[in-house]
């Protein structure tokens, strides 16, 4: 039996730890009652995700990558149709990279061998190619496709980069259909208001660093943020 099949009322599945307390077993589940409709909520939400009509068709961008110049189409790997790209705060602008970006970068790293059997993923950044590969050296990761946008419109057509100059961390999907690219979905919740107290989250689903804190009783907090290092 599995928890989708229990009776929601009820939730037995014959789970006690070690010296709980009665009130600790009633409380927890009526947290998993929660937990479960989540679950199916989310499911939902990827469901209705997978079901959205082509967005609008992609320019051909030039990039800087490693090897030289690339087109957006080259990226996708034969039998790979979909690319998610993240666009990483590290602007030439900047002395560093965002500390959030890095945080949440070093998170991921670990995850491209196993994303890359099914689908493409790349990193985009407005910096010089090489200033990019020596803080991707430097920060040790191993996985990333880095690639420079610096001279095309790219940070600015998809909303990584307002108006004023400021960057932001967005998330893109794109598919290669008949030869040419469509858009997909974006993390476009990050300009969706907040509720009160609340940070957007347009990327909070993908983020190792911060569901591990809704774990515990200290949550999030309110006073701290990722640092590039830590002394």
Not at 2 to 16: E, S
Not at 50 to 60: F, H, N, T, Y
Not at 89 to 106: Q, Y
Not at 108 to 130: C, K, M, T, W, Y
Request: charged content about 25%; proline content about 6%.
């Amino acid at each position: 039996m599995t928890a989708d099949t229990l009776n929601p009322t009820d939730l037995t599945h014959g789970l006690n730890y070690p010296n709980e307390s009665p009130e600790y077993r009633a409380a927890r589940k009526a947290l998993l009652r929660e937990e479960i409709d989540l679950r199916r909520h989310l499911e939902r939400v990827a469901a209705q995700r997978r079901a959205l009509p082509l967005g609008g068709e992609v320019k051909d961008y030039q990039f800087m990558s490693a090897t030289g110049p690339v087109r957006l189409s080259e990226v996708f790997e034969k039998g790979k149709n979909s690319l998610i790209t993240y666009n990483w705060m590290f602007g030439p602008e900047r002395k560093d990279s965002c500390a959030s970006c890095a945080a949440f970068l070093d998170g991921l790293d670990g995850a491209i061998p196993h994303v890359s059997q099914r689908v493409n993923f790349a990193v985009i950044a407005r910096s010089p190619i090489e200033r990019m590969l020596e803080y991707k050296k430097s920060r040790a990761w191993r996985n990333f496709r880095m690639l420079s946008s610096g001279d095309n419109t790219f940070n600015s057509d998809y909303f990584a980069l307002a108006p004023d100059g400021v960057e932001n961390p967005m998330t893109n999907v794109f598919q290669l259909r008949g030869g040419g690219v469509r858009h997909v979905w974006a993390s476009e919740m990050f300009y969706a208001p907040s509720d009160p107290g609340q940070h957007p989250r347009h990327n909070g689903t993908l983020d190792v660093l911060w569901n591990l804190f809704d774990l515990t009783p200290d949550g999030r907090g309110t006073d701290w943020t990722p640092q590039l290092t830590y002394r």
